[in-house]
């Protein structure tokens, strides 16, 4: 059996630990507010923002635009994943993932930007080719912060370096489930939406074309931001979760501690009233 002053240091560990763990609980409830309302209230903007672009792709029987056109190429996976640790299996489940993506598409077929340093760190070791990755995005999330990340992306497909761009990320549904969420970003479709055959036409000015060439980097900016959001969220509700469960756990282990210690301690104290009774038996 441990001694007591063994157990009265683990107890003052755990303390500590409980102590930092609660902290960073409460750091992530503040912050969940905040993430999950910028989240939610976008979601109404983006849903609107397709519909009046397939309304307006459907009336085109045809699209020059490079983001619209399908080409031949490695398809790169974007990998949206936290800068830090301590929020359960959050980076693990969107890592799992890209790894399933990868193998499905064929690794020679498959590029990765990491977005995060988790993700950053776990892509280094792979055999895929592995572009420059982009962290601290979520210290100050803004529309601003996705633009280099969307322009970038957009850049590279109107060169033709990829068949296709795809993103995986965490999606936030509510604070104990975030949904691992694989959404293609290039090339453009308007295939998705609700039928416009009962639709009302509308006069557009200066023509389809122009308006199109203008809403298609608007509208990927606004998907990635998207994606960006959502994915802060949810890593917000998850290490509020993780924190909440590991300072619950501290507690029963401080409490398992505290009835060892009193275990030792009784049996410390019974020990001493057999030596002294004995020592006095044996007068």
């Known amino acids: ?76 996976l974007v990998v949206i994943s936290a800068d830090k640790g301590l929020c359960g299996s959050f980076n693990a489940n969107v890592l799992k993932a890209s790894l399933r993506f990868i193998r499905k598409n064929g690794i020679e077929n498959t590029a990765i930007l990491p ?34 990340l969307a322009h970038k992306l957009t850049q590279a497909y109107r060169e033709g370096k ?24 290039l090339p453009l479709s308007a295939e998705h939406g609700e039928d416009d055959s009962s639709a009302v036409e509308h006069l557009t000015e200066p023509s389809l074309e122009a308006i199109i060439s203008e809403m298609a980097p608007k509208l990927i900016v606004t998907k990635v931001f998207q994606a960006l959001m959502e994915s802060n969220a949810a890593e917000q509700a998850a290490k509020m979760t993780a924190m909440d469960a590991a300072t619950n756990n501290a507690s029963d282990m401080i409490e398992k501690l505290t009835l060892e210690m009193n275990k030792a301690r009784q049996a410390a104290i019974t020990k001493e009233l057999i030596e002294i009774v004995s020592g006095a038996a044996a007068l």
Not at 166 to 181: D, G, M, P, R, S
């Open 1 to 76: 059996m441990p001694s007591l002053l063994d157990i009265r240091r683990r107890i003052k560990s755990v303390k500590n630990t409980q102590k930092i763990t609660k902290a960073i609980k409460m750091v992530a409830a503040s912050r969940l507010r905040r993430a999950s309302e910028m989240a939610v209230e976008a979601r109404p903007y983006v849903n609107g923002l397709e519909r009046v672009h397939n309304s307006i792709t459907r009336r085109m029987s045809e699209i020059n635009d490079p983001l619209y056109q399908s080409q031949s190429g490695k398809t790169l």
């Open 115 to 148: 977005i995060g340093k988790k993700a950053l760190g776990f892509f280094k070791r792979s055999q895929c080719e592995v572009l420059p990755g982009m962290v601290d995005l979520f210290r100050n999330l803004n529309s601003a912060a996705a633009e280099p």
């Open 162 to 185: 990829f068949s296709e761009i795809v993103i995986i990320y965490n999606a936030f549904k509510n604070i104990l489930v975030q949904e691992v969420t694989t959404s293609r970003l």
